[in-house]
């Protein structure tokens, strides 16, 4: 599991090309799939959680078509990454 988030200038905007040219991108990559959530108090930042491991995140994140797709969503910046801490039980 990997969770990230990002800043985005329109979040249906964002939404739209995410669920088609982002899935499509991600899926070659190995993503078995994300569940994105809009952010409290930033209401231009979102947050995913992508089941993906490392490896294909990375592959996504260097592949040369990646930073149109990013740019396509509306994206202000690049993702970041959450410091997975650990699993804990109930």
Partial sequence: MILATTKVKDVEHFL??????GADKRGS???KGS??????????RVWAVFDWDEDGWMAFATDPETPGILQEAGH?????????LGTFSA
């Fill in 16 to 21: 739209e090309v995410y669920g088609t040219t």
């Fill in 29 to 31: 990559h190995g993503s």
């Fill in 35 to 44: 569940t994105v959530y809009r952010d409290p108090i930033e209401e231009d």
């Fill in 76 to 84: 202000l910046g690049r993702p970041s990454l959450g410091q997975y």
